[in-house]
T-cell receptor, first 114, second 113 residues
Framework: DTGVSQDPRHKITKRGQNVTFRCDPISEHNRLYWYRQTLGQGPEFLTYFQNEAQLEKSRLLSDRFSAERPKGSFSTLEIQRTEQGDSAMYLC????????????FGDGTRLSIL | AQSVTQLDSQVPVFEEAPVELRCNYSSSVSVYLFWYVQYPNQGLQLLLKYLSGSTLVKGINGFEAEFNKSQTSFHLRKPSVHISDTAEYFCAVSGPNDYKLSFGAGTTVTVRA
């Protein structure tokens, strides 16, 4: 169990640029989640995959956000035309199937918009 | 939908003293409850979970929590804290057919010598 891996750990970019984050889940986990955490708050759900299928998206996920999990393994989260309000920690988690299964989190990607 | 309220935003405590972090949840269905810890610049680590059965749940690092259905609470306790317990603690809830976690705003625990 190598844990959930996220890359990069930090990303600084100018407003209006596009950014892409990668998440590698624990290998046997078929569920993958993305959360966003702003300063002083708990994580907020963004989206969730069961294998390669994206099954739920939060209203927080505007049209500028897109997530993929093409082969049911790693996932990418892309933000287009970044805005100041996108500055946050983006957390990825994975789990086995079933609501009882705990989610295991990566260390996150911290995005800073200049 | 489920929601969580963490009643204390900051809890200062002296080393070797006990600590209790309060968490109340709101749900119309049965729930699963979790406590996570977050150290600076890191992701969340699971401390413990309540799924069903015994209402007293023991977790890692000497933490335990008690599920109280009538009071819709899931308070976290540790009888004697260490400096290394300084961190942010999050209570989270999910429903039986719900895959996402709903988190509270967090409680910052600062342990002083």
């Amino acid at each position: 169990d190598t844990g959930v891996s996220q890359d990069p750990r930090h990303k600084i970019t100018k407003r209006g640029q596009n950014v892409t984050f990668r998440c590698d889940p624990i290998s046997e986990h078929n569920r993958l989640y993305w959360y966003r955490q702003t300063l002083g708050q708990g994580p907020e759900f963004l989206t969730y995959f069961q294998n390669e299928a994206q099954l739920e998206k939060s209203r927080l996920l505007s049209d500028r956000f897109s997530a993929e999990r093409p082969k049911g393994s790693f996932s990418t989260l892309e933000i287009q035309r970044t805005e100041q309000g996108d500055s946050a920690m983006y957390l990825c988690a994975s789990s086995l199937s079933g609501g009882r299964q705990p989610q295991h989190f990566g260390d996150g990607t911290r995005l800073s918009i200049l | 939908a489920q929601s969580v309220t963490q009643l204390d935003s900051q809890v200062p405590v002296f080393e070797e003293a006990p600590v209790e972090l309060r968490c109340n949840y709101s749900s119309s269905v049965s729930v699963y409850l979790f406590w996570y810890v977050q150290y600076p610049n890191q992701g969340l680590q699971l401390l413990l979970k309540y799924l069903s059965g015994s209402t007293l749940v023991k977790g890692i690092n000497g933490f335990e929590a008690e599920f109280n259905k009538s009071q819709t609470s899931f308070h976290l306790r540790k009888p004697s804290v260490h400096i290394s317990d300084t961190a942010e603690y999050f209570c989270a809830v999910s429903g039986p057919n719900d895959y996402k976690l709903s988190f509270g705003a967090g409680t910052t625990v600062t342990v002083r010598a």
